[in-house]
């Protein structure tokens, strides 16, 4: 569901897959100004209802200018936060899935540059996942 999850985040936040947003890592010919899906870290499943999991995004808004990348982070941010009862996009026939909250962990933060001098910024998110094909 990964896949569906970044697809949403393309669809919400208006930013291209390939090119101004990226799944997994940036390729080393990424645009200065781009944003990356990260799925860092765990997550948590509910024993009680085996349907339901929280996924665990990280979104890094890169920049050559800091307020270019706030701003990014912030559409993010404003696409996403609070968000509920969404479908997410089907990829695979016969499997659906359902955000049924987006909540951000943490407004975006600033993590200082990169190692060629772009700022970038951070946000982790913890979607909250049913299967909605059952």
């Known amino acids: 569901m990964i896949k569906e999850?970044?697809?949403?985040?393309?669809?919400?936040?208006?930013?291209?897959?390939?090119?101004?947003l990226h799944f997994g890592r940036r390729p080393q010919d990424a645009p200065d100004r781009c944003l990356l899906v990260a799925f860092n870290g765990g997550g948590a499943t509910v024993f009680d209802l085996p349907d339901r999991m929280d996924v665990l995004v990280q979104i890094l808004a890169r920049a050559?200018?800091?307020?270019?990348?706030?701003?990014d982070s912030?559409?993010?941010f404003d696409a996403l936060h609070g968000v509920a009862a969404i479908a997410l996009p089907v990829l695979v026939s016969g499997e659906a899935w359902e955000a049924q909250a987006i909540e951000?962990?943490?407004?975006?933060?600033?993590?200082?540059?990169d190692d060629k001098g772009r700022a970038e910024w951070s946000t982790n998110y913890?979607?909250?996942?049913k299967d909605a094909s059952l």
Do not use: L, S
């Open 5 to 20: 999850i970044f697809r949403a985040i393309a669809t919400r936040t208006g930013f291209v897959p390939g090119t101004t």
């Open 64 to 71: 050559k200018d800091y307020h270019d990348a706030y701003a």
């Open 74 to 76: 912030m559409t993010a």
């Open 104 to 113: 951000a962990v943490n407004p975006p933060q600033y993590i200082g540059p």
């Open 126 to 129: 913890i979607w909250r996942i």
